[in-house]
Every structure is written in structure tokens, then in C-alpha cells.
Nanobody, 116 residues
Framework: QVQLVESGGGLVQPGGSLRLSCAAS????????MGWYRQAPGKQREMVAL???????NYADSVKGRFTISRDNAKNTVYLQMNSLQHEATAVYYC??????????WGKGTLVTVAS
């Protein structure tokens, strides 16, 4: 059983920063990628940031230059540093793990609220 444990979400003021963490555990053969997705009320889930086993990254256009994804492959852990947060970043953020065998795992989600 694979489990993704997220931490770091919460309430932050506009312009502030948060760091999300996601640690994967369980019977994982190998990881193709890990990433962060988010879903705001009334909107579809979207990819925020993704990092592959080899270290290549992809970001949503809306977060480029402000969010940074990093990982520790040995620990199966991924981080998302979020800077200059604005109201549109308010959403439930989900951690994702995709294996080389084609399996897709999701965390339960953590709420990020940007408000005064």
C-alpha cells in the first residue's frame, strides 16, 4: 500500500510564502515523477508543478517564477516552495506520485488559503 503524507498547508497573507511537503511510503517499485496539483472551487484540477526522477521540472504558467518544486528521490519526498502567494492560489493542493509501471497515487489534499 502506497501512502502520501502532505504537510505545510494553511492560511497565509497575500504576498506571503508556504512550503508544502509530501512524503511517500509503502511498496513503491520506482517513481517516474512526483508533483503537485490543485483544485479550486468550481474549477478543474490542474497541474501546478511536476518533477521527474531525473530532475526535470514543469510548471503551470501561472506559478512560474514564484513556485519551486524539489525532491529527494532517496526519501521519495517532494516539496513545493510557494512565494508571492495571491488569492488565486487558494485551492486544495494534492500530492501525486506516478510510477514507472503506470500506477498513479494521490494524497488526500491540503488546503492553502490566501487571505488577509
Amino acid at each position: 500500500q502506497v501512502q502520501l503524507v502532505e504537510s505545510g498547508g494553511g492560511l497565509v497573507q497575500p504576498g506571503g510564502s508556504l512550503r508544502l511537503s509530501c512524503a511517500a511510503s509503502g511498496n513503491i517499485a520506482s517513481i517516474r515523477s512526483m508533483g503537485w496539483y490543485r483544485q479550486a472551487p468550481g474549477k478543474q484540477r490542474e497541474m501546478v508543478a511536476l518533477i521527474t526522477r531525473g530532475g526535470s521540472t514543469n510548471y503551470a504558467d501561472s506559478v512560474k517564477g514564484r513556485f519551486t518544486i524539489s525532491r529527494d528521490n532517496a526519501k521519495n519526498t517532494v516539496y513545493l516552495q510557494m512565494n508571492s502567494l495571491q488569492h488565486e492560489a487558494t485551492a486544495v493542493y494534492y500530492c501525486n506520485l506516478y510510477t514507472t509501471s503506470g500506477l498513479d497515487y494521490w494524497g488526500k489534499g491540503t488546503l492553502v488559503t490566501v487571505a488577509s
